[in-house]
């Protein structure tokens, strides 16, 4: 096995630096080593797509967070999918495909001490895509499922607002949500997205914040209240949707990407008292809560998509990990229209 390895190389990409608002060039550093073979209990997994996601700009920043800082001169870190090159642990066969956190490289070696912890699992691509295994089928989609349904709570009938509801968690919330029963408004910038959550996910409505007024837009589409507010962006638009929201409402607090690249501190929500009012709940969701039942959710949305009732939209960037730099930034310039996925080789 040695030898088959001993002419691959692992181009990397590394954090060089903490980002002072949005990250630039200088805050990246392209490395590369030689692929090495498994030791015992270990597997090396060849790096097929990654997923980009905003809570990666947390992970830059120093500090306590729910999951502890990408290092400086450590590999970004990145959830992904990719096949097995090599085993030497029981569960996992040269060919697999696998998903977990491989890291923005072209070969993830992860030893037997860290297979937990990099959540390796092998999956079924008959199930879905490489890119829908990083969407619906992936972190985004455990996201969207577990904060609506078990932080959410939704009944039929109640009105449901998703802000980045075009984005890789947001269509999935919205979705799920008119399979409840529910009525569903989505927030997102521009008018081509709003079109294609109402027309191709099923939205009641869709409000463009870059068009026109969120305020006005909730006042016309939510006319009954807001029930559950699944919030992916903080900022104005939570503070606004504060105003609208109905008695024993749910706020699901997801991300604040309005705020992930502030050189100032972090603004919190200036009518958070409508939630003594309205006796209401703000909580958050970090989807590694749910690690030991994604199998639950898998089963049912890969369901919904194999019988038409959900749509998965990847935006899909090739150019493999040298394009990692310019690709995130899509992310804060709201460039991406649907999950953003990084292609390293081909399936």
Same mark, same amino acid.
């Given at each position: 096995?040695?030898?088959?390895?001993?002419?691959?190389?692992?181009?990397?990409?590394?954090?060089?630096?903490?980002?002072?608002?949005?990250?630039?060039?200088?805050?990246?550093?392209?490395?590369?080593?030689?692929?090495?073979?498994?030791?015992?209990?270990?597997?090396?997994?060849?790096?097929?797509? /990654?997923?980009?996601?905003?809570?990666?700009?947390?992970?830059? &920043?120093?500090?306590?967070?729910? $999951?502890?800082?990408?290092?400086?001169?450590?590999?970004?870190?990145?959830?992904?999918?990719?096949?097995?090159?090599?085993?030497?642990?029981?569960?996992?066969?040269?060919?697999?495909?696998?998903?977990?956190?491989?890291?923005?490289?072209?070969?993830?070696?992860?030893?037997?001490?860290?297979?937990?912890?990099?959540? /390796?699992?092998?999956?079924?691509?008959?199930?879905?895509?490489?890119?829908?295994?990083?969407?619906?089928?992936?972190?985004?989609?455990?996201?969207?499922?577990?904060?609506?349904? !078990?932080?959410?709570?939704?009944?039929?009938?109640?009105?449901?607002?998703?802000? =980045?509801?075009?984005?890789? *968690?947001?269509?999935?919330?919205?979705?799920?949500?008119?399979?409840?029963?529910?009525?569903?408004?989505?927030?997102?910038?521009?008018?081509?997205?709003?079109?294609?959550?109402?027309?191709?996910?099923?939205?009641?409505?869709?409000? !463009?914040?870059? =068009?026109?007024? *969120?305020?006005?837009?909730?006042?016309?589409?939510?006319?009954?209240?807001?029930?559950?507010?699944?919030?992916? *962006?903080?900022?104005?638009?939570? !503070?606004?949707?504060?105003?609208? $929201?109905?008695?024993?409402?749910? $706020? $699901?607090?997801?991300?604040?990407?309005?705020?992930?690249?502030?050189?100032?501190?972090?603004?919190?929500?200036?009518?958070?008292?409508?939630?003594?009012?309205?006796?209401?709940?703000?909580? =958050?969701?970090?989807?590694?809560?749910?690690?030991?039942?994604?199998?639950?959710?898998?089963?049912?949305?890969?369901?919904? /998509?194999?019988?038409?009732?959900?749509?998965?939209?990847?935006?899909? *960037?090739?150019?493999?990990?040298?394009?990692?730099?310019?690709?995130?930034?899509? /992310?804060?310039?709201?460039? &991406?229209? =649907?999950?953003?996925?990084?292609?390293?080789?081909?399936?």
């Amino acid at each position: 096995m040695a030898s088959t390895l001993a002419h691959l190389v692992n181009h990397q990409v590394r954090l060089a630096a903490r980002p002072s608002g949005l990250p630039v060039a200088g805050d990246w550093q392209f490395t590369e080593e030689p692929v090495a073979e498994p030791a015992e209990g270990g597997v090396l997994v060849k790096t097929l797509a /990654l997923s980009l996601d905003p809570a990666m700009r947390g992970w830059m &920043n120093e500090g306590k967070s729910y $999951i502890a800082p990408v290092g400086i001169g450590e590999v970004m870190r990145a959830g992904g999918v990719g096949v097995v090159v090599a085993s030497k642990a029981p569960g996992f066969a040269a060919g697999d495909h696998v998903s977990g956190t491989l890291g923005v490289q072209e070969y993830c070696l992860v030893p037997a001490e860290q297979l937990r912890r990099s959540g /390796l699992a092998k999956i079924d691509l008959r199930l879905g895509t490489v890119t829908q295994w990083l969407n619906v089928l992936g972190m985004p989609g455990m996201t969207g499922y577990f904060g609506l349904m !078990d932080v959410g709570q939704p009944k039929a009938g109640e009105t449901v607002v998703i802000s =980045g509801a075009a984005g890789a *968690v947001g269509q999935t919330v919205g979705q799920i949500a008119k399979l409840r029963g529910c009525r569903v408004v989505g927030i997102a910038g521009g008018q081509a997205k709003c079109d294609w959550v109402v027309q191709e996910l099923g939205f009641d409505a869709c409000i !463009d914040y870059k =068009g026109g007024s *969120v305020k006005d837009g909730l006042k016309q589409h939510c006319p009954n209240g807001i029930d559950i507010y699944f919030d992916n *962006v903080g900022g104005e638009i939570l !503070d606004t949707v504060l105003t609208r $929201i109905n008695r024993k409402a749910r $706020i $699901i607090i997801c991300g604040a990407i309005s705020q992930y690249n502030n050189t100032t501190p972090v603004q919190g929500p200036k009518n958070y008292l409508s939630l003594l009012v309205n006796r209401a709940r703000m909580e =958050g969701i970090v989807v590694f809560d749910y690690a030991d039942r994604y199998h639950l959710a898998i089963a049912e949305m890969a369901g919904h /998509l194999q019988a038409g009732r959900m749509k998965s939209k990847e935006d899909v *960037v090739t150019g493999g990990v040298a394009a990692f730099p310019g690709t995130l930034g899509k /992310l804060f310039t709201g460039e &991406n229209f =649907g999950k953003l996925v990084l292609q390293v080789a081909e399936a």
